[in-house]
Antibody
Framework: EVQLVESGGGLVQPGGSLRLSCAAS????????MNWVRQAPGKGLEWVSY????????YYADSVKGRFTISRDNAKNSLYLQMNSLRDEDTALYYC????????????WGQGTLVTVSS | EIVLTQSPATLSLSPGERATLSCRAS??????LAWYQQKPGQAARLLIY???NRATGIPARFSGSGSGTDFTLTISSLEPEDFAVYFC?????????FGQGTKLEIK
């Protein structure tokens, strides 16, 4: 069974940093591209970042470019999101998301970790 | 950035009725569009990929159609568990984008 378990969320002041982690199991992690997708309270879904299976291709949403860094450790079956210079508008539930068999869509989601940016 | 506009924002129907949800793209995404279902407190679930293909385990009452800029998700006969929020998403261009969602509520 595919499992994605996020951690690392919490309350942080504007300008602060957090590092999110996602522990993957139940599939060959090193074979799949991964994403981070976020959802602000009561709002829709927003794609944040993408990393391919070998970390050779990475993309970011314009809203986080230059502030967030996605990475992965295939030996540890883990995905990460380093978030710096956090803003109020980064407050959201952050989902770790595995690509489906059809690249470009999300086949599996974690339960999310909540990031709250507030003074 | 490709903007996906979903309509209506809210759709009120009764169980057994047919639901038709729309997603319009600001430029062509070919057939590279998916639909997701999200229930309160849960992560989203992939229903339809590449406009018209049902994901594994998705009931046949869900169908998708369209290409280019206009897409439709149809639920042929609503079951009580179908009342949720539905999002479309394109994979044609970076950045990947989602629609703002359609809430399907019980009338």
């Amino acid at each position: 069974e595919v499992q994605l378990v996020e951690s690392g969320g919490g309350l942080v002041q504007p300008g602060g940093s957090l590092r999110l982690s996602c522990a993957a199991s139940g599939f060959t992690f090193s074979s799949y591209s991964m994403n981070w997708v976020r959802q602000a309270p009561g709002k829709g879904l927003e794609w944040v970042s993408y990393i391919d299976s070998s970390s050779s291709t990475i993309y970011y949403a314009d809203s986080v470019k230059g502030r967030f860094t996605i990475s992965r450790d295939n030996a540890k079956n883990s995905l990460y999101l380093q978030m710096n210079s956090l803003r109020d508008e980064d407050t959201a539930l952050y989902y770790c998301a595995r690509e489906s068999a059809v690249a470009g869509f999300v086949g599996y989601w974690g339960q999310g970790t909540l990031v709250t940016v507030s003074s | 950035e490709i903007v996906l506009t979903q309509s209506p924002a809210t759709l009120s129907l009764s169980p057994g009725e047919r639901a038709t949800l729309s997603c319009r793209a600001s430029q062509s995404v070919s057939g590279y569009l998916a639909w997701y279902q999200q229930k309160p407190g849960q992560a989203a679930r992939l229903l339809i990929y590449d406009a018209s293909n049902r994901a594994t385990g998705i009931p046949a009452r869900f169908s998708g159609s369209g290409s280019g800029t206009d897409f439709t998700l149809t639920i042929s006969s609503l079951e009580p568990e179908d009342f949720a929020v539905y999002f479309c998403q394109q994979r044609s261009n970076w950045p990947r984008t989602f629609g703002q969602g359609t809430k399907l509520e019980i009338k």
